[in-house]
């Protein structure tokens, strides 16, 4: 049986992949060109993502969110200047998760999740990584409409492409 939030985080995964592959083909300056859109350049919108992957890689590693909002919100602000930087940022944060995964012996774990904006409330484990992924698509349909908007076509990465490729291997 697949284990489907695993099977998403992959997703999300070959998603990230994809879509910095193509940034990687754009003229360097896709990167900070700044923009009238959800984020000022691509950059914040890639720092985004990775400051919230970040966050909730520490709070299911077992890290209050108030801590891990605090200890992730400053990259949220702070851009890399290359596309490498980003690939490798994001394929070492993957990796953390991947070992993260294999450890756990029970997705379905209920934890108390204390989020400062909105409350105390009970949830999984599982919940928590599809809602990185979900995070991670939506900001994703930004980048492509940022691209759009400089003249430059994204690519797709509708997890329906997904089934297509090669699985992302989880070591």
Not at 58 to 85: D, F, H, W, Y
Request: with cysteine; glycine share 4%.
């Amino acid at each position: 049986m697949t284990n489907v939030p695993t099977e998403m985080f992959n997703y999300h995964t070959w998603a990230n992949q994809t879509i910095l592959g193509r940034i990687k083909e754009l003229p360097s300056s896709v990167l900070s060109e700044e923009l009238n859109s959800s984020f000022p350049t691509i950059a914040h919108a890639l720092s985004h993502i990775y400051a919230v992957d970040q966050m909730w890689y520490l709070i299911l590693s077992g890290m209050e969110m108030r801590e891990a909002l605090q200890e992730c919100m400053p990259l949220n602000g702070k851009t890399l200047p290359t596309v490498e930087e980003y690939i490798n940022s994001f394929a070492e944060l993957t990796e953390r998760y991947h070992e993260w995964i294999q450890r756990q012996t029970d997705l379905e774990q209920t934890i108390q999740l204390d989020n400062p904006y909105a409350g105390i409330c009970e949830t999984t484990l599982s919940k928590m990584l599809l809602h990185v992924v979900n995070h991670g698509t939506y900001h994703r349909g930004n980048i492509s409409t940022m691209l759009r908007q400089m003249g430059h076509a994204s690519t797709m990465n509708d997890y329906c492409l997904y089934w297509y490729q090669e699985p992302v291997k989880s070591s």
